[in-house]
């Protein structure tokens, strides 16, 4: 899929930017203003923006921009970083964010299999609260066996590394 324009037009990127917004805030919970700085940050030129650059193209307080700053640095999906002989910070989207952060997702939910293993030991086989649990148990244990040969094929797809020569540093489930 390619883009039209090498310049478009800055309302329709706007838009697209509140569009970033909306999902992140349908799907996963997040304030709008962290959905408009990812969605800024995929499209702003130059790909580096101070806060005050931010704030204003996302129309944010600087205050709560540094908290929204804060929460996507940690979650990897935004570094900082300054320019030799600033003080400034300037923010943007980590390289290979997207991957790093679905990983470490895909890991949490496989992690929920201690969980429902601890579940299950709490009843017998045939009652219907275990049946429910091993609902759950059955699906995060699919998940776990599956998101290693997922995130080899990506790998393979992205750093041309042969699939079955990548460490992927699989999760160990205690530590989640």
């Known amino acids: 899929m390619t883009g039209r324009s090498a310049d478009p037009d800055q309302a329709e990127v706007l838009a ?24 800024w940050l995929m499209v702003c030129d130059p790909p580096e923006q101070s806060a005050a650059e931010l704030a204003q193209a996302v129309g944010a307080s600087r205050a709560s921009l540094a908290t929204t700053l804060r929460v996507l640095t940690a979650s990897g999906f935004v570094e900082s970083q300054t320019r030799l002989g600033e003080r400034t910070g300037y923010y943007r989207i980590a390289d290979d964010a997207w991957a790093e ?49 997922l995130w080899r094929r990506w790998d393979d797809r ?13 999760p160990n489930r205690e530590e989640q």
């Not at 996963?28 to 203003?33: Q, T, V």
């Not at 709490?122 to 699919?142: D, V």
Request: proline content about 6%; glycine content about 8%; aromatic content about 8%.
């Open 158 to 170: 992205t750093h041309g590394v042969p699939a079955d020569r990548v460490d992927i540093g699989e």
């Open 16 to 39: 697209w930017v509140e569009r970033v917004a909306t999902y992140f805030a349908r799907h996963n919970g997040l304030p709008p203003i962290s959905g408009r700085v990812l969605g």
């Open 101 to 149: 952060v679905t990983r470490r997702r895909m890991a949490s939910l496989a992690s929920f299999l201690d969980v429902t293993e601890q579940g299950l030991a709490l009843f017998e086989s045939n009652e219907p609260r275990a049946a429910r649990i091993r609902a759950a148990h059955e699906l995060f244990s699919w998940l776990d066996a599956e998101v290693g040969p």
